[in-house]
């Protein structure tokens, strides 16, 4: 019988709760040693039928128990709430503000930089590039070396090539529209199965071949209905009809996210610039034959290349080649930018629940009066930890719902902010992981946050005095410390941005409208004619109202333009700097404001006779001493096929890429030299430029119904949109800091208001032996700013190495700039010094008198 | 306003629960005289364990139906470590009313003829 007596009492300890046991588990065995004893005397049979029963009985009632538990405490927590809702819906705000920024940008984090690319065998893809020794950024290939590679390279199982261009979807109003061309064989080479149809066939894949499209699956449905209907249907493109083969599902974002179309690349094979090696146009990406590694394929690609140097010494010199896995062409500033914001987001997230935890604890000391009631009252620790564990539970769910649903606004206007600085195939949803990293953290504040004023009420009653204040002047400094780090970083950043506002793109950006003109193809065969069509827009533009000059150019300014190898006539042949090359109409300087530094524009008489080139400034720098430019001859592009150009002019340095990269080497050629089909026509307005929006695309369709219009932007919207993604990152992280200002000032308030109310004796006394208001202010505040001095410096230092990490980021600043850091100090000190103030004058208002007789 | 107790909340009860408030309405009982008891009216239908019994009874005297009970019947017959339980007013109350809501069920069930009326002797 003892054996059995001490087995029930370890059946009850393991199924039922503690509190229960204490009140129970006596009574209990009492009962089942009655039972026992009847059932013995019956027989061996009734005694297992008996144990049977209470193992039966101790599953179904233990669980029910705890349930029971959990609700009483739920109903304690929802009391207490509701006695002092402010710190509740305060503390699930904050916590919830936290989770929001943190789930999202987790999210865009997770799709961006440790989601495998979403390809099948995504570690197994490659992408070959030429690292260049005119640029710090890889190059493509051009295609006569992908058609090299693909047959020689024996690492890989395949090799595809991809290019992005756009073209003019026919219809009832013409459209333009990216796409891609593509090798036959791309793909299979990304194991991508279209949603209708079929792939291309390498026969398909050749000059001459009959025109075949694959479709996106919405346009598809858009002009068919469904991606089985379009199957086999043509849809008119740039003047043909291609028919189309496939439909290709809505996730595959290949080589971009906005390519509506892909064609055959080897049908563009016959055109000259293709058959070009100097035209560096092919993304090139491979699969790894099973067992090849990437440095095999590098070794060998690598050999290839400078077998190809040796047999055409002048091609390529110096190029290297360059194979790295696909998934890493999320480019560096990418990284450095979703980096920074996941770092920012998580030095958010240590604040606001840090702030929760002090709120905690300030209203767990704040508690000790009621937790001693309670212990005296028969209440265990355990249980009053419970309780303090299920508030902050409510207090972690609430803000976590709040988050999650805050998070889903926020993402879409992250993801819209940082297009530019996301890889293509990257679709940022909020995710499982995104959400289990806001469980997680809610988790972690509960148990954090919940034992921490726990165990700090609960030691209250032992331990009271002075030292009581230590964990939260500990949390103090750590915010200080983690919001200063972040006020660093994002002041760095928004002197950056200021600076690169003030930037001289080198014309003048105001009263500037862009509308970009393609004449069709089909009716527009020859040099004279598209010419004369480009000639005839800018002379009807000039006569209506409104307009101050007009002309056409291509690619404009904050464009990605085209680029070649620039020689100088008597120079070397091979391995001039690059340098972009634009073809425009005279006029084009006067009408952006580009000063003409030397020498003359061009007129309507160019294009005819001598070739002709106006350089940038910097150019000219470059290769001849001062006057010394004008008269000289240059070639831009592949050196031995391309004519001398003679220099008729020199204009000054734009910055035509982007503003933020120093004015590249820049030359000009006239459009009537060598027409392109499709320019930009600019318009210098008196008034506000979308004025006149409607006249000039009037004027435009008249001449030619045909002719595709891309829609017009202004060129301050331009340049406002070229620095979109660097604006938004600086906003995103300055509201993160901004943040963490106010909840670490709020922290101290809070903290200092309650040190004051609690030590009103204290204080009374020194104000009744004398002590002056100002000596009591100065001593409160003193009080207030002492924990965040050391939080402050710590701050400071890591402020210099986070912004050292986030150094690519920054702009004509250095991370070590010492004003950002004077500034930074200064203005922290400020805020606390505010924090303290009002907490410091109540303390000087205090009566001794009252003070004293209410201890 | 006078406080008066809405048994309705705590309606339907399950069998355990209305035989563990039936075995203490005629007077206190000890937990395994409750136990017994339910047995031997029940013939054994309702058979309530150790630990569904002392749940319902810690429930029950949370929520304020049953009390503890002070008076022991005669030390003398009794283990003095053992405790008594008995129905308060509140719980007395929801036994009543649960009695009634069968009541009541059984009424509707004999008017659609499910049920014969109760022969009368």
């Known amino acids: 019988m003892p054996r059995d007596s001490r087995l029930f009492r370890l059946l009850v300890r393991l199924a039922f709760p503690r509190e229960f046991r204490a009140g129970y588990a006596d009574e209990m065995s009492r009962t089942f040693a009655v039972q026992h004893r009847e059932a013995r005397s019956r027989g061996p049979r009734a005694l297992a039928a008996l144990w049977a029963e209470m193992a039966l009985d101790a599953m179904r009632s233990g669980p029910r128990l705890y349930v029971d538990q959990l609700r009483q405490d739920l109903r304690q927590a929802r009391r207490t709430i509701a006695r002092q809702p402010g710190f509740f819906v305060v503390g699930s705000l904050v916590l919830g503000i936290g989770i929001a920024a943190a789930t999202a940008i987790f999210s ?91 792939r291309f066939t390498a026969a398909e894949d050749i000059p001459g071949a009959a025109p075949v499209i694959l479709l996106r ?32 599902p809505e996730s595959f974002r290949f080589p971009g996210a906005d390519i509506d179309v892909w064609m055959p690349i080897g049908q563009l094979a016959g055109e000259p610039w293709m058959r070009d090696r100097a035209v560096h146009v092919a993304l090139v990406i491979g699969r790894l034959r099973p067992g090849a590694t990437v440095a095999a394929a590098r070794a060998e690609l690598t050999a290839w290349m400078d077998a190809e140097h040796a047999r055409q010494p002048n091609a390529d010199p110096g190029h290297r080649i360059l194979v790295r896995p696909l998934a890493s ?181 105001d009263h500037l409208l862009l509308i970009r003109v393609s004449a069709p193809i089909a009716s527009y065969t020859s040099a004279a004619d598209i010419t004369r069509f480009f000639e005839t827009i800018r002379a009807r533009v000039r006569t209506l109202p409104g307009v101050v000059a007009v002309a056409a150019g291509a690619p404009a300014p904050l464009t990605a333009g085209s680029v070649g190898d620039l020689h100088v006539e008597g120079g070397t042949d091979v391995g001039g700097p690059v340098a972009t090359y634009r073809r425009v109409q005279p006029g084009y300087f006067a009408t952006l404001g580009i000063p003409l530094l030397e020498g003359r524009d061009f007129t309507d008489r160019d294009g005819a006779g001598e070739r002709v080139v106006i350089i940038s400034a910097g150019v000219a720098r470059r290769f001849w001493p001062p006057h010394g430019a004008i008269g000289r001859r240059i070639k831009v592009g592949s050196a031995p096929r391309e004519p001398w150009l003679r220099i008729v002019g020199v204009v000054g340095d734009v910055r035509n890429q982007t503003l933020e990269d120093a004015p590249e080497l820049a030359t000009y050629e006239p ?47 331009r340049m406002a949109e070229s620095i979109a993604a660097r604006r938004f990152y600086t906003v995103v992280v300055g509201t993160f800091a901004m943040t963490t200002i106010v909840l670490v000032a709020l922290a101290v308030y809070g903290a200092l ?50 912004a050292w990490f986030a150094r690519s980021l920054l702009f004509d600043i250095g991370p070590d700039d010492p004003l950002t850091y004077a500034g930074v100090a200064a203005f922290f000190l400020l805020v606390l010094a505010a924090a303290t103030w009002l907490p410091a004058r109540r303390a000087a208002r205090i009566d001794p008198t009252i003070a004293l007789r209410v201890e | 306003v006078p406080y008066r107790f809405d048994p309705e909340p705590y309606l339907p009860l399950t069998a355990p629960m209305f035989q563990l408030l039936l075995a203490l309405a005629d007077g206190e009982k000890h937990g395994y005289a409750i136990l017994k008891e339910v047995d031997r009216r029940t013939a054994g239908r309702v058979r309530l364990s150790a630990g569904t019994l002392y749940g319902l009874l810690k429930r029950f005297i949370d929520e304020g139906l049953i009390a503890e009970s002070s008076e022991r019947p005669d030390p003398a017959l009794d283990d003095e470590r053992r405790r008594y339980y008995r129905l308060t007013a509140n719980g007395r109350a929801v036994a009543v009313a649960e009695a009634r809501r069968m009541e009541q069920a059984v009424c509707d069930a004999r008017a659609k003829q499910l049920l014969r009326n109760p022969r009368t002797s």
């Not at chain 1, 100065?778 to 965040?788: A, D, H, Q, S, Y």
Request: net charge positive; proline share 6%.
């Open chain 1, 671 to 717: 459009h009537a030299q060598r027409p392109w089909n499709a320019l930009f026509v600019i318009v210098r307005t008196a008034g506000e430029p979308t004025a006149l929006v409607s006249a000039v695309r009037r004027a435009i369709r008249d001449l030619e119904p045909q002719a595709v219009l891309s829609p017009p932007s202004t060129m301050e919207a």
């Open chain 1, 108 to 198: 865009i984090v997770d799709a961006a930089l440790l989601r495998p690319i979403p390809f099948d065998g995504p570690d197994r893809l490659v992408a070959v590039r030429e690292q260049v020794p005119q640029d710090t950024r890889p190059w493509e290939l051009s295609y006569p070396a992908f058609l090299g590679l693909r047959e020689h390279a024996t690492t890989l199982e395949h090799a595809a090539a991809s290019m992005r261009y756009g073209v003019t979807l026919a219809g009832a109003e013409p459209r333009l529209t990216e796409a891609a061309a593509i090798s036959s064989d791309l793909l299979e080479t990304l194991r991508v199965r279209p949603a209708a149809g079929r």
């Open chain 1, 329 to 509: 062409q999320v480019s560096a500033a990418s990284r450095t930018t979703v980096a920074a914001l996941g770092g920012a987001v998580l030095l958010l997230l240590v604040v606001t629940c840090s702030s929760v935890g002090l709120l905690l604890v300030t209203r767990a000391s704040g508690r000790t009066s009621e937790v001693s009631v309670r212990l005296s009252l028969g209440a265990t620790r355990g249980r009053l930890t419970r309780q303090f564990l299920t508030e902050t539970a409510c207090v972690a769910a609430v803000g976590t719902a709040a988050g999650i649903a805050g998070a889903m606004a926020l993402l879409d206007y992250l993801v819209h902010g940082l297009a530019d600085a996301l890889p293509p195939f990257v679709v940022p949803r909020i995710n499982v992981a995104a959400l289990g990293a806001a469980a997680v953290t809610a988790v972690v504040v509960t148990l954090v946050c919940g034992i921490v004023p726990a165990a700090a009420a609960l030691s209250f009653v032992r331990i009271p005095g002075a030292q009581r204040h230590r964990p939260r002047h500990r949390l103090i400094a750590v915010q200080v410390a983690i919001s200063c780090v972040l006020v660093v970083v994002a002041a760095l950043l928004a002197r950056s941005l200021d600076r690169l506002l003030r930037v001289d793109p080198g014309f003048r950006s």
């Open chain 1, 753 to 802: 208001s309650y040190s004051v109310a609690s030590r009103r004796r204290e204080i009374g006394i020194r104000c009744a032996v004398g002590a002056s208001t100002a000596a009591l202010r100065r001593f409160v505040v003193g009080e207030g700013l002492r924990p965040t001095v050391a939080g402050l410096a710590a701050g400071l230092a890591g402020g210099a190495a986070a």
């Open chain 1, 217 to 248: 699956e919405t346009l598809a449905r858009e002009r068919f209905g469904t991606p089985e209907a379009a199957v086999g249907k043509t849809i008119p493109v740039d003047g043909d009809a291609p028919t189309i083969v496939g439909v290709l």
